[in-house]
């Protein structure tokens, strides 16, 4: 009879450790819906504290706990700059981020001077009009690695089917939602100084931050008229060379009538025009964003 007891009360808690297993999974975001569009980002022009890193994406998490012990009220980030299918695990750089002040406003120098003091430093993110875009849950740790199987597909998937070039990918934690965010424009003033530097035997980055400013003038339909579709997480250069290649295809064509142009031209175009321009670059994809979404179960 004690047999029995002990059996049926092992069952119990068997059952009951994988229905909380379930619940926690669950509760993690298993089953939520993932939406991906285009249209506005979550923040605009921010000042980051950031420490700049290589490494496997999946050991950022020690970096995350020592930004919010410094700023635990502040808003955190992390930026990831290259595709762990095709770079190496302990070459993949990344930035994890304390958000100091947004839109303008005066950053706290006390808390600037305590992150500098523990070996960051700190930047300027643009804010752009448009980039790709989802959102997740944060209610355990378990919803950082759901995210990381349900939403970055679905981003790669968006990104390829439309032909965009995106890069990098940023995580940005507001309250208990992860929101993913992947510029349209100024990509490359999203680049940190350290993530252009590279390892004896490697082929350097190209410096982005030069006076040549074409590659935020670059549209979509310029990218598509030189057949050369940029994959996700396109390095700076290979977008720079698949303008070149356009700009020479063009060079002995006649540019000056506008009737001969693309419904499609300027389709993607950045930040640096007018409002207008930007509103009328991106009006496919934001009917995409808004209307017509990418969703998982």
Partial sequence: MDTWMILAAIGVLVLLLIATV?????????FETVEVGAG????????????????????????????CSIAPKHTMLGIYYDD?????ADRLRHVVAAILAEEGEEVDEELKKKFESEGYKTMELP??????????PYSTAFSIQMAILKVYPKLAEYIQEHSLCAHPFLE???????????????????????ALQHFPGEEPYESIYSDDSTLQDI???????????????DSPQAVRAAFSEKEEKESGDDKGSEADESPAKDEVKGDQGSD???????????????GVKISSQ
């Fill in 22 to 30: 379930v619940a926690l999974i669950v509760y993690s975001g298993a």
């Fill in 40 to 67: 506005k980002p979550p923040i605009g022009k921010v000042v980051i504290a950031y420490k700049f890193a290589r490494g496997p994406y999946k050991n950022v998490g020690p970096a995350f706990v020592e930004a």
């Fill in 84 to 88: 762990p299918k095709k770079v190496e």
């Fill in 127 to 136: 804010s752009v009009e448009h980039a790709v875009r989802s959102s997740f």
């Fill in 172 to 194: 940005i934690y507001i309250d208990h939602v992860m929101h993913f965010m992947v510029p349209l424009s100024k990509q490359d003033e999203f680049y940190v100084p350290e």
């Fill in 219 to 233: 549209s979509q339909s310029e990218l598509d008229d030189s057949q050369t579709e940029p994959s996700l997480l």
């Fill in 276 to 290: 207008e321009d930007s509103a009328s670059s991106f009006e496919e994809l934001k009917m995409d964003g808004n």
